[in-house]
């Protein structure tokens, strides 16, 4: 399942909440979950080229607060969330907003 995966914490570490046995021994410690959402944020704030191993990966969305070509901003967005297997059923791009409802196939 492409949705279930290792958690990060709101800064990009991984998300650790270590249990241990009777003997003290470390049985568990990374969170898993779904990651859709944090993989949209991942590819939302990235800058292209930023991610080594995808470096076409990413839409640099902080550069939109100098831009008005919101129907570009769109395309890119849709382009990079389609490219990594979510399926869009909304996506709103204006000088307000930026919605985005997207799930894995």
């Not at 292209?48 to 129907?71: A, Q």
Request: hydrophobic content about 35%.
């Amino acid at each position: 399942m492409k949705n279930v995966g290792i958690q990060l914490n709101r800064d990009y570490n991984l998300a650790v909440k270590v249990k241990k046995d009777e003997s003290g021994k470390i049985t568990s410690g990374l969170i898993i979950g779904d990651v859709t959402h944090q993989n949209q944020a991942i590819i939302l704030t990235a800058q292209k080229g930023e991610l080594k191993e995808s470096p076409t990966v990413g839409t640099g969305i902080n550069d939109i607060c100098n831009d008005n070509d919101f129907r570009l901003w769109k395309r890119e967005i849709t382009e990079q969330i389609e490219g990594d297997g979510q399926r869009i059923t909304r996506l709103v791009v204006n000088e307000k907003e930026l919605i985005l409802d997207a799930k894995y196939i």
